[in-house]
């Protein structure tokens, strides 16, 4: 394509996000940046039709983009050349900045829930998060509180501030040696492991050295197991979703799709756990790693914890978001979140 056809496309593109109408070639003539005819305007129209990138809906004289046209903008203006993408304004950045200032806890997943939160509420788009954070922590208590007859609630506590409770209904009362006996034993041999480590394997070896306490104390060591398998891998968090009504774009039933589809944005996140992605909704139709609504987008960003990838957020709403301010937006949102889940290395490393 050559750079005046790109250009063109450009022009139609940013035309049609802003305002959802076909695009003629007399009216985009007028707006180009460089000197051309309308007859040329045409003739480059037809043959990006021709190409693919461009759709000519019902009668009307205008074109309106493709996925591939969408496809191509965002690779050539975002992907394959950061240095020339727009920067974000410094109003911009104030913005994110205070939305993010009250954003504080002493769990990483409410910081991660928070932000979500935050950036659907200024993207007014809906926002999926997800996150692996249990493998940046250990277990670092066990505890259990008798609650009832034979009734008891075990607790599970992580160095993220993670706390997973288990209500555990035994066959007979446990004595106080036998609580003070699993609570013992239990934090000397499950404190410093990530849960991930606490397999069944992991249990049957370390209940063998319960000895006569195992048949009694047996079902809370399973419930440990129960805990830790529900802490590790993806969580997935969707904030927003009421901001995808407000789009004329999309009909009831296909907000109703994107939000039956919530388990389909665990894999596409995931493979966006590194930089920048932009997926459209029926792109890759047949694989799999697509989401229902064929007219729709979604922007994923990455953010960090101890200097690897810790999660993504993705920002979702019609095809005709608007990418050049968007992609920008959600690298410095993914930059401050990464900022707040590493509050705890700097305070550690200031001693």
Partial sequence: ?????????????????????????????????FPVSSATVRNEMASLEQQGYLDHPHTSAGRIPTVKGYRLYIERL?????????????????VIDSA???????????????ASRALAELTKCAVVSTSNLSRFSVITKVEVIPTGKRMYVLLLITSGGNIKNRVCRLSFDLTHEQLDFFTKFANENLAGQNPENISEEYIKKIGSALGSYMISLSPLLKAVADLSGEMTGSRVNFEGESNLIAFEDFR??????????????????????????????????????????????????????????AGSFGVIGPMRLDYKKLIPYIEYFAVKVTGLLSEDDEEEGGG
Avoid: Q, W
Wanted: glycine share 10%; with cysteine; hydrophobic share 35%.
């Fill in 252 to 309: 009831k039933n296909e907000i109703l799709s994107i939000l039956e589809s919530r388990d389909a944005f665990t894999g596409l996140l995931d493979n966006a756990f590194s930089g920048i992605s932009v997926l459209f909704g029926g792109e890759s139709e047949g694989r799999g790693d697509t989401f229902a609504v064929s007219n729709s987008g979604l922007i994923a960003g990455s953010f960090l914890k101890h200097g690897k990838t």
């Fill in 100 to 114: 993010l200032e009250g954003v504080n806890a002493d769990s990483d997943e409410v910081i991660i829930e928070s």
């Fill in 1 to 33: 394509m050559s750079e005046r056809g790109f250009k063109i496309l450009e022009a139609i593109i940013d035309e049609y996000i802003r305002t959802g109408e076909p695009i003629g070639s007399k009216f985009l003539a007028e707006r180009l940046c």
């Fill in 78 to 94: 975002a992907l394959e050349n950061p240095e020339k993408r727009p920067l974000l304004s410094d109003e911009d950045k104030y």
